[in-house]
């Protein structure tokens, strides 16, 4: 299949602008910008602030060194040039005060935290000056999207967001999300249901501004060759353990199966702030023989973790469109995975995995005994299945053609 080419004219130069970037779940933007630069774009990267001492990937540690970090610089430097702004810029200052104040009204996290989003895009607005910036693009459309929409009311650069979800459709008015929608020159979203829950908040004539982009995945797993899944009866399941991810109910499920008489192993691959509940709950439930947490892990150690499993499991209570979904499909894992949000756009029941119903034990349980059942050669069938979904949707350089393209006409 040819890969469409970008448009012949680009804007001179796009700054990514991330909360923190690089981080350990978004080696996906990282991909994205790889992609858009192989296409001949220039992209800077800036972060509001870093998160340094969690990464463990080398290619993360590569892309920190690229990234400018607003608050990784000195409190004076940083009031200087929020000082030159209001001076310089007096008319743009107090309309983009208002508005930091409008927004920070409806936030929980109230005006305070507003006029500190006031203060980066200040700092921002000279850097990306001085960087020669056109146009600027967020991920996530929570505060590193408020800093950009606060930055372009100061006469910055006109700004576009991708949103990702959940996080943004739990909060869509203390976030001011169709605001932020308004002032966009474009928005991205990564799946056909992000887009409809972008389409209930926002007024009809923005409909035209909001467009889908997968999350795509480079040639490192797009052009790897089968690997056949292993007779060991293994699943791995990587995800944050955080509460979404649903690990607890995870466990339950495989507490049930064990007692039923299966014989499985399970790999937890991750960390986060409920590892100490995980591991009680292994404890209580007596499954150190069968489930392990790896923590953190590069990118090569995932892709490792899971070659070596039959099968992928991530119970998620809420997600937007998890790339490691397309990660393990496109390595020929089959998916059990919850029919929530963009995940029924992927994961096919008895095609290239099983849906089942969020927050269901039952469910779970009945979709993890169907794949300890299942022989290795229908398993492998599945799995490449799987890795032709993800070529047709998620290819990194057709999506980044389509991003491109964005830039250009907007």
């Known amino acids: 299949m040819s890969i469409a080419q970008p448009p012949a004219q680009a804007p001179k130069k796009v700054a990514y602008l991330v909360n923190q970037y690089p981080k350990v779940s978004h080696s996906f933007i990282r991909r994205e910008i790889a992609a858009l630069e192989a296409q001949g774009l220039a992209v800077a990267r800036f972060s509001i602030r870093s998160c340094a001492d969690e990464l463990v990937d080398p290619d993360d540690v590569k892309e920190l060194g690229k990234t400018q970090i607003v608050l990784d610089h000195p409190w004076s430097e940083l009031l200087l040039t929020i000082a030159r702004v209001m001076l310089q810029r007096p ?3 107090v309309a983009a005060l208002g508005l930091a104040f409008q927004i920070g009204l409806k936030d ?5 935290y507003h006029l ?7 700092v921002l607005l000279a850097w ?3 960087a020669d910036i056109d146009h600027v693009h967020a991920h996530f459309g929570t505060n590193s999207t408020t800093v950009a929409m606060l930055c372009h009311a100061l006469g910055g650069p006109p700004y576009s967001f991708t949103v990702h979800g959940p996080e943004e459709f739990d909060k869509v008015r203390a976030i001011s999300l169709a605001e932020k929608i308004r002032r966009a ?6 799946s056909s249901f992000g887009k409809s829950q972008l ?3 926002t007024a009809l ?4 501004k909001i467009h889908v982009v997968h999350c795509g995945l480079d040639q490192d797993f797009l052009a790897q060759e089968f690997t056949p899944i292993p007779e060991q009866r293994h699943f791995v399941c990587v995800g944050r353990l955080s509460g979404q991810k649903g690990h607890l109910l995870l466990l339950e499920a495989v507490k049930q199966l064990v007692e039923a008489g299966y014989r499985f192993t399970v790999t937890l691959v991750g960390d986060g702030e409920m590892r100490s509940q995980v591991e009680a709950l292994i404890t209580s439930y007596n499954l150190q023989d069968c489930v392990s947490i790896t923590g953190w892990a590069s990118n090569q150690e995932v892709k490792a973790q899971l070659l070596k499993a039959q099968a992928m499991v991530l119970p998620s209570f809420a997600e937007g469109l998890p ?8 390595l020929g894992r089959p998916v059990i995975t919850t029919s929530i949000a963009g995940i029924p756009e992927l994961v096919e029941t008895g095609g290239n995995g099983w849906l089942v119903v969020p927050g269901s034990v039952e469910s779970l349980v009945d979709a993890m005994r169907s794949a300890l059942d299942t022989s290795t050669a229908e398993l492998e069938t599945m799995g490449k299945a799987g890795v032709t979904k993800v070529a047709q949707q998620h290819n990194i350089d057709h999506e980044a053609t389509h991003l491109a393209r964005l830039f250009v006409e907007h």
Not at 185 to 190: E, H
Not at 205 to 208: I, K, N, R, T, V
């Open 108 to 112: 929980e996290s109230g005006p305070l």
């Open 91 to 93: 008319m743009a200052f």
């Open 323 to 330: 790339v490691v979904i397309m990660e393990a499909l496109a």
């Open 205 to 208: 004539e923005d409909w035209p």
């Open 185 to 190: 020159s474009f928005v991205v979203a990564i």
């Open 116 to 122: 500190a989003y006031l203060a980066e895009a200040c």
């Open 199 to 201: 389409y209930r908040w």
């Open 128 to 130: 990306f000056e001085a």
